[in-house]
């Protein structure tokens, strides 16, 4: 059974208590990046609705994750390649299945 941590954390000026299966830490480290998000869009942006900037710093992070997993594919498919590659090098019955 996974235990349930409830933290306190503070993004841009609104506290939220937030209950979750992830140690304390990293609940205040995701809060505190969605924080720099929304608030790097006020600052950058003629947004002055925090729901907004909201908005738009999530289309951000989105970008970010789907940025990230297209690499982590690309990474897959490269080691993949790469150990055929070598798997050729290899002696037939050290090659494996």
Do not use: N
């Amino acid at each position: 059974m996974s235990v349930k941590h409830s933290t306190r954390v503070t993004i841009c000026g609104e506290d939220y208590t937030i209950r979750s299966d992830s140690p304390p830490e990293h609940t205040r480290a995701v809060a505190a990046y969605v924080d720099a998000k929304i608030r790097e869009v006020l600052e950058s942006a003629s947004v002055v609705e925090s729901h907004k900037a909201a908005i738009l710093a999530a289309l951000q992070i989105t970008d970010e994750l789907f940025e990230a997993r297209q690499a982590q594919r690309e990474s897959a498919d490269a080691m993949g390649t790469l150990s055929g590659e070598l798997r050729r090098w290899l002696p037939p019955g050290k090659r494996g299945a």
